[in-house]
């Protein structure tokens, strides 16, 4: 008698209520001014009660806000500084702080760290600028990969392997008139960004709002961030970016220096 042994394929199933844990905060990350609890419970397709109870354990750890006002939920900081793990180096938000400090100080403008978060950037802090009217750039904030100086600076300085991973498939959806829509000229805008040092936005992502932003490199000389001056086109303008680039570089490369 020949005893034949019967292997079944495992099916591999993600976990329920983690995957609508994810999509709940994914579905945050869109709306940064705020979401009603109808509102996400609608667009997730999960009973208002449930949503209720996993907001409220979101509210407790940290990572969502509610603002009792308006009744509404948002994402706090803490999810997006976890993006960036740094047990080795110390935390890059407390050596940077000092540095960019500073350089508000001298630019009177909005001061930003951002990372790469797949195809997008995210604001991990900011030193808000001097002026009575300022651009403000909470964290959490997303960046579009081709729109913004803060991308551009790391996009050029990665390994053109992981470069172009990142660039394939990419869509290049215009917001402004000064948007680059095609990839040969955004190739091209990095070649340039990689030469002189420090990313352009010349009201690429937003109409009036210009910003200059240089790499924070690790020890490894890899770019893990990037340092970035934002503000109105009408006070940070387009003679000013060559000084105002190499105050920005200064103060990447002093981050640098404290997390290598």
Not at 36 to 45: G, N, T
Not at 60 to 65: E, I, L, T
Not at 80 to 98: M, P
Request: glycine share 6%.
């Amino acid at each position: 008698m020949v005893v034949r042994k019967v292997t079944r394929a495992r099916k591999i199933t993600g976990v329920p209520i983690l995957e609508r844990t994810l999509g709940l905060l994914e579905y945050l990350s869109q709306c940064p001014a705020g979401v009603a609890l109808s509102e996400i419970a609608r667009a997730q397709k999960i009973p208002k009660n449930t949503t209720y109870r996993m907001l409220n354990t979101l509210c407790a750890r940290g990572y969502v806000a509610r603002n009792e006002a308006e009744l509404t939920y948002r994402l706090t900081r803490k999810l997006a500084t976890l993006v960036y793990s740094s047990a080795q180096d110390g935390s890059l938000i407390e050596k940077a702080l000092g540095p960019m400090r500073a350089l508000r100080d001298r630019v009177k403008e909005t001061v930003v760290i951002s990372i790469l978060d797949g195809s997008e950037g995210i604001v991990l802090e900011q030193v808000p600028g001097l002026y009575p009217f300022r651009f403000v750039c909470d964290p959490g904030t997303r960046q579009p990969l081709h729109a913004s100086a803060s991308t551009k600076a790391i996009l050029a300085f990665l390994p053109s392997e992981e470069r172009e991973a990142r660039l394939s498939g990419l869509t290049f959806a215009r917001f402004t008139e000064n948007t680059l829509t095609r990839a040969a000229a955004f190739r091209k805008e990095l070649a340039e960004t990689q030469a002189r040092g420090y990313g352009i936005d010349r009201a690429e992502a937003l109409h009036g709002v210009h910003c200059v932003a240089a790499p924070v490199l690790n020890r490894q000389r890899q770019p893990v961030a990037a340092i970035t001056v934002t503000g109105p086109d009408e006070r940070l303008r387009a003679e000013d970016f060559a000084q105002i680039g190499e105050w920005v570089k200064a103060c990447a490369r002093e981050v640098s220096e404290g997390i290598a």
